[in-house]
């Protein structure tokens, strides 16, 4: 019995110790296995400070892969209002010849009551939702980038509904989210 209970005993430390480095190896293969970490720099490019901040991205190509410009304003009747040195098309073409991710940033103003305007009412929403693939897609930007700020705790749910239907026409419309 004596020698029962001491081969039972070395048995289950076997077993224990197997699962034990079965364990260890799959936890340090997993680690091998998982994907690498791309690093994403993004470079705002104020309107009011654009050719400063142009140059800056354009001495450090190795730097930055998506840049967004602050170019509009939402408005509240739905529209998008281009800010000074909007549009400007030599940050487009320098965005596409570099494969740059362009996404250039629409502004609230931090204006809690424009936001709330445009979310509470469909037809608004539906509108800034066009308006704003209407200049994603005409110019051929990888997305857009919302600085919507100040939003009422009120508006969770309507502002929630607005980005989920927003990404969702601009998945329909740019191959950059597809």
Known sequence: MYKTNKRLLFLSAVAVLCILMATIFLIANSK????????????????????????????????????????????????????????????????????????????????????????????LMQNHIQNIVDKATSLDYSGIDLDYENVLPSDKEAFTLFVQKLANALHKKISFFM
């Open 32 to 123: 091998n296995t998982s994907p690498k970490r791309i690093l994403s720099i993004n470079g705002w490019i104020p309107y009011w400070n654009q050719a400063i901040a142009i140059t800056s991205v354009k001495n450090n190509p190795k730097v930055f892969n998506e840049i967004s410009p602050f170019w509009y304003d939402a408005t509240k009747s739905g529209n998008i209002k281009p800010l000074n040195n909007s549009e400007d098309p030599q940050i487009i073409n320098y965005a596409q010849n570099k494969k740059l991710t362009l996404t250039p940033l629409i502004s609230n103003e931090f204006s809690s009551s424009l936001i709330s305007t445009i979310v509470n009412d469909p037809l």
